[in-house]
């Protein structure tokens, strides 16, 4: 299986602040037919299912404000909040759909210093 | 709008199973798969398994393909996913969500049911 590691586990940063998550996958998640990376991102607020915020590890899924982008290839991604607004407190976790055996990144928790 | 509306909580006894339903609308049912994952308390996103709805074809994670079985009834819109040999650590919440490729693709999951707690209590 795919391992998707997520880097911190946790991170406060003050409003307005950039905040940035890191994902590292144990293999590449690039398609060399397509040139697409494989990877999504998700927020996960409590109480509620996650919800995408980026696709094909940096595009931007409709209505997602555009603080939030994502960015890297092959095995290595990023995830950035340019500027940290109170309603993005949340969990957030990348996710591979390379292998017919989909996984997730353990989590990051994003909160207000 | 594409809606994915799960049943109920559950309570289960231990070595019991349970079948958690997710019902469809908004979309051409056949066309998009339909994944399940869990989040134990506390915990992160755990895949389950998923559903072709198209031709019935499933795959499962290593972890549960002895106690999973998904289904799916396509006059209804509904995909099932029943858990057998129920134990303690099943205590989740249990969510479905499409995925977004066609045809047997894989993609990103949107959207996701609201999530079924199951809770394994003796």
């Known amino acids: 299986d795919i391992v998707l590691t997520q880097s911190p586990d946790s991170l406060a940063v003050s409003l307005g602040e950039r905040a940035t998550i890191n994902c590292k996958s144990s293999?590449?998640?690039?398609?060399?037919?397509?040139?697409?990376?494989?990877l999504a991102w998700y927020q996960q607020k409590p109480g509620q299912p996650p919800k995408v915020l980026i696709y094909?590890?940096?595009t931007r899924e409709s209505g997602v404000p555009d603080r939030f982008s994502g960015s890297g290839s092959g095995a290595d991604f990023t995830l950035t909040i340019s500027s940290l607004q109170a309603e993005d407190v949340a969990v957030y976790y990348c996710?591979?759909?390379?292998?017919?055996?989909?996984?997730f990144g353990q989590g990051t928790k994003v909160e207000v210093k | 709008q594409v809606h994915l509306v799960q049943s109920g909580a559950e309570v289960k006894r231990p070595g019991a199973s349970v079948k958690v339903s997710c019902k469809t609308s908004?979309?051409?049912?056949?066309?998009?798969?339909v994944h399940w994952v869990r989040q134990s308390p506390g915990q992160g996103l755990e895949w389950v398994g998923w559903?072709?709805?198209?031709?019935?074809?499933?795959g499962y994670s290593r972890k549960f393909q002895d106690r999973v079985t998904i289904t799916r009834d396509t006059s209804a819109r509904i995909v099932y996913m029943e858990l057998s040999s129920l134990r303690s650590e099943d205590t989740a919440i249990y969510y479905c969500?499409?995925?977004?490729?066609?045809?047997?693709?894989?993609?990103?999951?949107?959207?996701w049911g609201q999530g079924t707690l199951v809770t394994v209590s003796s």
């Open positions: 094909w590890a940096s």
């Open positions: 908004g979309y051409t049912f056949s066309f998009y798969g």
């Open positions: 969500a499409r995925d977004l490729g066609k045809f047997g693709e894989f993609n990103w999951f949107d959207p």
């Open positions: 293999q590449s998640v690039l398609y060399s037919s397509n040139n697409k990376n494989y």
């Open positions: 559903i072709n709805t198209g031709n019935g074809n499933t």
């Open positions: 996710q591979q759909y390379y292998s017919s055996l989909p996984t």
